[in-house]
């Protein structure tokens, strides 16, 4: 299975930007797809950004506009780019990618970096 480790997590203003960064190592092969969810205290954690092995983007509705997820194939490194950042931004970031597994779909998780929104 494919090991995650994110970076780029910290402290920033209300209106700031970030770009968090997500290292892929291991079983890199049969991704179908990687992305970035986040985890507030006491909240579900929820999708932000996804981008298939083909290269299309999903966002968050909450994010749209602000956020952009990139890749580079060489680094085997997926990037997620935050601007405009919110209070309700904060949260701990966790990289995601789903691979084919014993032909089953399977979550590879990272072990999340903190996003520290101040107003």
């Known amino acids: 299975q494919v090991q995650l480790v994110e970076s780029g997590g910290g402290l920033v203003q209300s209106g700031g930007s970030l770009r968090l960064s997500c290292a892929a190592s291991?079983?890199?092969?049969?991704?179908?797809?990687m992305g970035w969810y986040r985890q507030a205290p006491g909240k579900q954690r929820d999708m932000v950004a996804e981008?298939?092995?083909?290269?299309?983007?999903d966002y968050a509705d909450s994010v749209k506009g602000r956020f952009t997820i990139s890749r580079d194939n060489a680094k085997n490194t997926v990037y997620l780019q935050m601007n405009s950042l919110k209070a309700e931004d904060a949260a701990v970031y966790y990289c995601?990618?789903?691979?084919?597994?014993?032909?089953?779909?399977?979550?590879?998780w990272g072990q999340g970096t903190q996003v520290t929104v101040s107003s």
């Open positions: 981008i298939s092995s083909g290269g299309s983007t």
């Open positions: 291991g079983s890199t092969l049969s991704i179908k797809s």
């Open positions: 995601n990618a789903r691979q084919i597994w014993d032909l089953a779909m399977v979550n590879a």
